[in-house]
């Protein structure tokens, strides 16, 4: 059995998720084989494309070519537009077990709601679909769809002052029901898919264990667990119904985990990872369940993965080297960077020539810089 060292492992994952900046255009990039999640008011997937295209500021905006939806476990991702379609059927629960597991946060009030949880999914589905037929605000659609679903499937806003269907499953419903999110709006905004699919009829398994595959592939060598941490369903399902053949076993950090065979050679021999970037809150490389490989020390962990208001992480020789944090002062953007060691000057000329390419990006004048 191949065994490798944390270093080695993030050199690897470096290498494939295309920090080197090899690919010339976001559609070549590997990490939208599995997704590139976004919080637009942070412009967190434009500012992931920046730390992995050497040209300009990109936007996602107004790129057809990629298409944004509530996917994995939920959270908005960006996705080709024409491999789209094809993730739907893979997102169907493989049965209620499943389907209880994606409710993550509200499983329980959805099992309490006395139907089989894949059967709250689909109806929750089939009056999405029925109600939106164009764009439409989420509270628009949720008011609309809260009318024709059971009462177990909603809950009292006090926020809101109002009743609306669940949160979970109207966003595991959505995709389901043909429908995307218009990029850039505040509040989410739903709209059908061009040539809207059906509800898909059962789960997708082989794409489902796709899925799998390219979360191996792309945060590996990694288990079960973490794989399905990602999808967001259980271990069990991972391990037993969508686990991929042709893997191989890797020790690393004394434990067992697997890399689709095709790839060893590459995690034997990855690319020196001597590259500085600022990688957004929710970056693909952050999406790795195993966190403990790429932070050691539980404290910056926690630092780094909060329950709200996530700094971005500074990468430099191979590492997450620091944290950095921006705040608009008008025309200007100020970043504050945290090191949690000595960065060599040329380190820090790197990252400080980073944040300039995140502040274009943003739209802004050179920015204000300060180390802690």
């Known amino acids: 059995m191949l065994e490798v060292d944390r270093r080695q492992v993030l050199a690897y994952r470096i290498a494939a ?28 997937a434009v500012l992931a494309l920046v730390a992995r295209l050497p040209a300009g500021a990109e936007t996602l905006l107004d790129d057809t070519r990629f298409t944004l939806g509530w996917t994995h476990r939920g959270a908005p991702h960006y996705h080709r537009a024409e491999e789209f379609r094809a993730l739907i059927p893979a997102l169907v629960p493989l049965d209620d077990a499943d389907a209880e597991a994606r409710m993550l946060w509200q499983r329980k009030e959805v099992v309490a709601a ?6 709250v999914l689909l109806t929750a589905a089939k009056a999405l679909r029925d109600v939106v037929d164009r764009p439409m605000t989420k509270g628009s659609a949720s008011t609309e769809v809260t009318k024709r679903i059971p009462e177990g499937f909603s809950r009292w806003c006090r926020a809101c002052q109002a009743t609306h269907i669940h949160e979970q499953l109207m966003r595991l419903a959505t995709p389901l029901a043909g429908l995307r999110l218009e990029p850039g709006t505040s509040p989410a905004t739903l709209a059908p898919l061009a040539k809207r699919p059906r509800i898909p009829a059962k789960a997708d398994v082989a794409g489902a264990t796709r899925l799998v595959e390219t979360y191996l592939r792309l945060h590996g060598p990694a288990t079960a667990a973490d794989a399905a941490g990602f999808v967001g369903t ?12 042709d893997l191989a076993e890797v020790k690393v950090a004394g434990r067992t985990a697997y890399l689709p065979a095709a790839h060893v050679a590459e995690l034997e021999n990855p690319p020196e990872p001597g590259v500085v970037r600022l990688l957004p809150p929710w970056d693909p490389l952050l999406q790795a369940r195993d966190r403990a490989i790429l932070v050691p020390d539980k404290a910056h962990q926690k630092e780094l993965w909060k329950i709200l208001g996530n700094p971005g992480a500074l990468l430099a020789d191979g590492e997450i080297a ?12 100020e970043f504050t960077l945290t090191e949690l060691w000595a960065l060599t000057r040329a380190q820090r000329a790197e990252a400080e020539a980073e944040a300039e390419r995140v502040a274009a990006a943003r739209a802004y004048a050179t920015p204000r810089i300060t180390w802690t």
């Not at 920090?19 to 942070?42: I, M, P, S, Y």
């Open 234 to 245: 259980t271990r069990k399902t991972a391990a037993e119904r969508l686990w991929p053949s």
């Open 322 to 333: 620091g944290f950095w944090r921006t705040k608009s002062a008008g025309k200007r953007l």
């Open 17 to 44: 998720h295309g920090l080197h900046r090899d690919a010339r255009d976001a559609a070549e990039l590997a990490v939208f084989d599995l997704g590139v999640q976004d919080v637009t008011k942070r412009d967190t």
């Open 114 to 119: 006395g139907m089989p949880a894949k059967d």
